[in-house]
């Protein structure tokens, strides 16, 4: 799975707009977080206060935009994330961070002080490595 898709959405899905480098590519379901005043995809070094949300479109370089908009995560809002390892129900309730690319969370089975998403539970089977989860919304 390439994208991070919302799962189940509150009364209303919020969507914004940032700024991005003409040259900045984006890709419809990557997280993206907030650096040096911009969107760019996120990546394992992303923190609650950086991240902005999931891109909700895809931008070429080509294109030369100067904005991209995406979905601002609620508390309640829920995602199926792809994820680094096979998915587990034992690492419900852990706190994790981004893994290898903006579209990836690294399940390691502990929970992490900087998570971004904790699991709610695993999404289709083990192997699968998807995971229903939660934004760790300030």
Known sequence: MATVK????????????????????TTLG??????AGKAVAAASGATRDTILGVCNQTIAAADALTRVSY????????????TTNNSDAAH???????????????????????G???QVEPYGAAAD???IGKFITL
């Open 30 to 35: 990557e997280i993206l977080v907030l650096t």
């Open 129 to 131: 490595k998807l995971i």
């Open 116 to 118: 971004v998403v904790v």
């Open 6 to 25: 919302q799962a189940t959405i509150k009364n209303t899905r919020q969507l914004r707009e940032a700024n991005k480098d003409t040259s900045t590519v």
């Open 92 to 114: 419900n309730g852990q706190a994790m961070i981004i893994g290898a690319n903006s579209t990836t969370i690294n399940n390691t089975g502990t929970t992490s002080a900087v």
């Open 71 to 82: 979905i601002v995560p609620a508390s309640e809002d829920t995602f199926i994330f792809s």
